[in-house]
T-cell receptor, first 113, second 109 residues
Framework: GAVVSQHPSWVICKSGTSVKIECRSLDFQATTMFWYRQFPKQSLMLMAT?????????EQGVEKDKFLINHASLTLSTLTVTSAHPEDSSFYICSARTVGGYTFGSGTRLTVV | GIQVEQSPPDLILQEGANSTLRCNFS?????LQWFHQNPWGQLINLFY???GTKQNGRLSATTVATERYSLLYISSSQTTDSGVYFCALTTGTASKLTFGTGTRLQVTL
């Protein structure tokens, strides 16, 4: 079935630095990729929708200058958390639509210290 | 936007017990899926079920779109069933999934 590979699985970074998270569709082309954030013991909240070759669409309340999304090819979308702060610590997960619904990457646990 | 409420929020079962998880939504849906999020965070697709009934082993799901709810049945629960169960759906022309509030399941020996 359709697989989305997400890296890294976990990352610890210092406050003020930037972190890049990659999501690749391995056996299909993803023209659209969705990025979610999940805080502990909460549900998944959509942050933005990335479209190959065009600007991402951000949900209300999500800072587009802080969470940079790039979708330069049909198989790769990246999320960069810029100038990370402890409140950005969270679980980030990407998703793509496939024939049988939506498939998700394995997620990235970000800790900012 | 659409509201997606799941019940119960928390559930503790003894191994071997059966359970029913419910997902209520406030608008008509195009796509509805049930996911199991394991302790490592991985989301596992259980069912793609915008309507009707499906079964896969010990799990089955039913969506009654006209009454705006979906049910996930777990029979003969096992400790490996522990985790959080989410329903997620799309409405209208939107392609983005909206997640429910989740049910946290713990299966004990």
């Amino acid at each position: 079935g359709a697989v989305v590979s997400q890296h890294p699985s976990w990352v610890i970074c210092k406050s003020g630095t930037s972190v890049k998270i990659e999501c690749r569709s391995l056996d299909f082309q993803a023209t659209t990729m969705f990025w979610y954030r999940q805080f502990p013991k909460q549900s998944l909240m959509l942050m933005a929708t990335s479209n190959e070759g065009s600007k991402a669409t951000y949900e209300q309340g999500v800072e587009k200058d802080k969470f940079l999304i790039n979708h330069a090819s049909l198989t790769l979308s990246t999320l960069t958390v810029t100038s990370a702060h402890p409140e950005d610590s969270s679980f980030y997960i990407c998703s793509a639509r496939t024939v049988g619904g939506y498939t998700f990457g394995s997620g990235t646990r970000l800790t900012v210290v | 936007g659409i509201q997606v409420e799941q019940s119960p929020p928390d559930l503790i079962l003894q191994e071997g017990a059966n359970s029913t998880l419910r997902c209520n939504f406030s608008d008509s849906v195009n796509n509805l899926q049930w996911f199991h999020q394991n302790p490592w965070g991985q989301l596992i697709n259980l069912f793609y079920i915008p309507s009707g009934t499906k079964q896969n082993g010990r799990l089955s799901a039913t969506t009654v779109a006209t009454e705006r709810y979906s049910l996930l049945y777990i029979s003969s629960s096992q400790t490996t069933d522990s985790g959080v169960y989410f329903c997620a759906l799309t409405t209208g022309t939107a392609s983005k999934l909206t997640f429910g509030t989740g049910t946290r399941l713990q299966v004990t020996l």
